[in-house]
């Protein structure tokens, strides 16, 4: 509706004005891309052919009109267009402002990669391939009229073409969209900029990471942008240029197969950071903006938050790690990258490696402050034990087990919590802020009163910040332990369909086991004759840490590489997608009985049909991994899984013992005290003790820089902001014509948009004359028009030298990759900048709703 809005406004501003251009005018179109979409037809309750679509397609394909029609006031879409594709399905609707797209590409995953990686690839591949490949007769004709060769055009449209990345579950406002593209003009190393994320939901754990995401925000992603590039931009809300996108060793790289137990851990488990660390190696910068606000769905329960945590924290630390081992490389490729970024992320890596070491620290000191006659011997004991619980339950038992000792350890340690809070107001009020840790409670409480002072927006997370400090034990020291133990646990464990889960372990425990049973209700249950079966499975679906049962039996093991043969030799018959794609273009295949929902599909037409196929071939097809593999990896992942426990482990334990040992000896001899030039209550001088330089160090360097990072940061917001209002002396009541258009209007306006040769242009561009230049639409002139797509019409110079410049554009697609998308170049489309809307402006144009 706001580009609808836009180009009525453009329109009544040429009747008045004449050649009027609004660059900020763009197509609108959206991909939704459905991981695992089919579920197996069944006629009489027995498997047929063919796949059906589950039930939350069908439920897309209710709302979606159903929304349209409340949305647009009773007008209703056309019905939605259905075809059959190499990869499953794609269902298009066509909406009432001015003929914007909404295409869904539905996956089977028996025919191409799940996982959100490989979505990724294949929209990348397809919006800056074979979609903007339908520019190339428009773009021969802006090559001859603006006296520029093939190779720049393609550069200044590649830099000027936008992917905003979103996940299903985010809410955002057109304006947010508006402030990152306002990064992207600004500089053109720009490769990815993200916006501010506020979680919504329900229930403690949402408030906790409300204050989280405030904080990480506030004081860490500002920082980052400060001093050099912010290293992830998640994907939940993102915008990617597609220059950066198609450069040399980021797509190319991004579209990798792990193979490693590293790889799993790097490539999966954070793929958006993973592609955050391309772009930055590739020389490109990542920024934020705190003015650009999106919303969406965070983890409600203790479970599920866990488990996201556990994807997110080995594959943070691993790409930290790969930057840092490589920082030479980095810093000399990207200019943006400084030795005083390289320090810093040094210096918070390791804070990060002491931190269930400092936390401990801390717990045990609050220990020691509540109940002085409890000696610090049995309190360093009666820590260890909770701690040590849960370490022996990691390597023991299964995650649900982990998870629910999690929950009742962090439970208790809330209370030691209090306990700590109010031991720091007691020393405060008798030491009279003579204390180390009285100062440094002090300056942290600061640090967030000032952030969220800053931040009026967000002031109400302040509030959470109670819960968050009672749940600093089990955040920072149980979650991280946790996270490092189940390494080898590459599922991701968030946002699956449960009940599908629990229909394939049904099934699977059904086909596992072939014998018969007999029992004494369920207190002894005996099997007989019994035969375990074991199949390849697909690798998206694998769970190397307790779906694979080992078995040392040799026939059975001969009987399972049998069965892996057969399967291979299936899938080796089934991968000729070349000939299977040219009986069907040329008619052979015409005749096939489509079942299942495949039934009122249409066909794709040629050219989409091929690049699937190629596509798929390259990089996404479905991979069936044998047993002895299988077990290769889990084996991989689990000695990685050792190792890095072991490590985090023993520095952490080296850490405790030494401040520890420090602690008891000036106990007793007073040697390693800091005098202070006060007193505390009593007469008493203040001193500095082992832990509290330990805490203090660990910590308020950290926070300090961050402190004055968030200043810098939001001043220039500040002034982002100023810059991006505007100043309106009229209010202009604006209402989109959603009225469909009669047929003679849209052939005449078919018959304009055509080229001199008879070929059809993209609908954003505006129709080309066939002699010479001349106003169309009341006074837009085409060549202001092309400049802009391309653009020229900002003249603004090139930040790049010349070497620079002539990379990129000789690397936006590999030579390998031109054997499979040689018919598809690389041709981005030009997508430029939007306006934000006003809020009075939309709720005026949508019945029912008020200022309010």
């Known amino acids: 509706m706001d580009q609808c809005w836009r180009r009525q406004d453009q329109a009544n501003k040429q009747m008045q004005k004449g050649g009027y251009y609004d660059e900020d005018i763009y197509d609108f179109e959206v991909h939704i891309f459905f991981d695992d979409a089919f579920k197996p037809r069944k006629v009489n309750g027995k498997p047929g052919k063919g796949r059906h679509v589950n039930e939350y397609v069908k439920l897309l394909e209710k709302c979606v009109p159903n929304t349209a029609k409340l949305i647009y006031g009773n007008y209703e879409l056309d019905p939605v267009k259905k075809y059959e594709t190499p990869y499953g399905m794609k269902f298009e609707w066509t909406m009432l402002t001015d003929g914007a797209k909404l295409i869904v590409h539905l996956k089977d995953k028996q025919k191409i990669r799940n996982r959100k990686r490989w979505s990724q690839v294949m929209y990348m591949y397809y919006l800056l391939t074979f979609e903007l490949n339908k520019l190339k007769p428009h773009l021969d004709l802006q090559c001859q009229e603006l006296s520029k060769s093939v190779p720049e055009m393609v550069h200044n449209l590649s830099e000027n073409t936008f992917l905003l990345a979103l996940d299903g579950d985010v809410d955002f406002k ?62 939940c809300f993102s915008l990617f240029r597609g220059s950066a996108v198609l450069a040399d060793n980021v797509l190319k790289t991004y579209t990798r197969q792990a193979t490693e137990a590293e790889h799993h851990i790097q490539y999966d488990q954070g793929e958006d950071r993973w592609l955050c660390t391309l772009m930055l190696k590739e020389g490109f910068r990542v920024e934020y903006c705190a003015a650009s606000d999106a919303l969406t769905f965070a983890p409600e329960g203790f479970f599920e938050f866990y488990k996201q945590r556990r994807r997110w924290a080995p594959s943070t630390m691993a790409n930290i790690l790969d930057l840092l081992l490589d920082w030479k490389y980095v810093k000399k490729n990207n200019d943006s990258i400084s030795m005083l970024y390289i320090i810093y992320h040094i210096f918070l890596f390791v804070s990060s490696l002491l931190t269930p070491g400092t936390i401990f620290l801390l717990i045990m000191g609050a220990i020691i402050t509540a109940f002085p006659a409890i000696q610090p011997w049995l309190a360093l004991v009666l820590n260890m034990l909770p701690v040590g619980i849960l370490i022996v339950s990691i390597f023991l038992t299964k995650e649900d087990t982990q998870l629910m000792l999690a929950g009742i350890i962090s439970t208790i340690y809330s209370l030691v919590m209090m306990v700590v809070l109010i031991g720091l107001i007691k020393e405060g009020v008798e030491s009279q802020f003579c204390s180390v840790t009285t100062v440094f409670f002090c300056f942290v409480a600061g640090v967030f009163i000032v952030a969220a002072l800053i931040h009026p927006q967000e002031f109400t997370c302040l509030f959470h910040g109670v819960l968050y400090f009672l749940a600093v034990p089990s955040m920072s020291m149980l979650l991280i332990l946790y996270s490092i133990g189940n390494m080898h646990n590459i599922n991701w464990g968030t946002r699956e369909n449960k009940s599908a889960d629990s229909q394939e372990a049904v099934a699977k425990r059904k086909s596992k086991f072939e014998g018969h049973t007999c029992s004494i209700g369920e207190w002894c249950r005996c099997m007989l004759c019994v035969r375990e079966i074991v199949e390849p499975m697909p690798q998206d679906a694998m769970d190397y840490a307790s779906d694979n049962p080992s078995d040392d039996d040799k026939p059975q093991q001969e009987a399972t590489d049998k069965e892996a043969a057969q399967k291979t030799t299936t899938e080796t018959e089934q991968a000729d997608h070349d000939n299977t794609v040219v009986k069907k273009l040329t008619g052979d295949n015409k005749g096939k009985v489509k079942k299942g929902d495949f039934k009122n599909c249409m066909d794709l037409s040629e050219d989409e049909n091929v690049f699937w196929t190629r596509l798929i071939k390259k990089y996404l097809k479905p991979t069936v991994i044998k047993p002895a593999e299988q077990e290769r990896v889990k084996k991989e992942l689990e000695e990685l899984r050792n190792k890095v426990f072991f490590f985090v482990f023993i520095i ?52 300090l820089i961050q402190f004055f990072g968030m200043i810098y940061h939001r001043i220039s917001t500040f002034t982002h902001i100023i810059a991006s209002t505007r100043l309106d002396t009229q209010k202009q009541i604006r209402r989109p014509n959603l009225r469909r258009k009669e047929e003679e209007t849209t052939t005449k306006r078919e018959e304009e948009s055509k080229t001199p040769d008879g070929n059809n242009l993209p609908k954003h561009l505006p129709p080309i004359p066939n002699k010479g230049w001349k106003k169309i639409k009341g006074g837009i002139k085409v060549s202001s028009a092309l400049r802009s797509i391309s653009g020229e019409s900002k003249n603004r110079p090139e930040k790049l030298n010349e070497l620079k410049n002539k990379m990129k554009e000789e690397s936006i697609i590999s030579d390998e990759d031109k054997d499979i998308l040689s018919q598809f ?10 306006r934000s809307l006003r809020k009075n402006d939309i709720q005026e144009d949508i019945p029912g709703t008020s200022k309010d």
């Not at 057109?174 to 990815?192: C, F, I, Q, S, W």
């Not at 990480?216 to 400060?226: C, P």
């Not at 170049?825 to 939007?834: A, E, F, K, N, Q």
């Open 174 to 235: 057109p304006e947010a969209v508006t402030l990152l593209l306002d990064l992207m003009r600004k500089n053109t190393e720009v490769g990815a900029a993200c916006g501010r994320i506020h979680p919504i939901g329900s229930g403690p754990m949402v408030w906790y990471q409300k204050f989280e995401y405030a904080v990480s925000h506030w004081l860490q992603k500002a920082t980052e942008h400060v001093i050099g590039c912010v290293l992830c931009s998640p994907g």
């Open 652 to 703: 952490n334990a080296l850490f405790v013992t030494i401040v520890y040992v420090l602690t008891q000896v000036n106990s007793y001899q007073g040697t390693l005290e800091i005098p202070l030039p006060c007193n505390v209550a009593g007469g008493k001088q203040g001193k500095i003790e082992p832990i509290s330089i330990a805490f203090t160090l660990t910590f308020g360097l950290l926070l």
């Open 825 to 834: 170049p690389d041709t981005p489309v030009g997508i430029l900048s939007i």
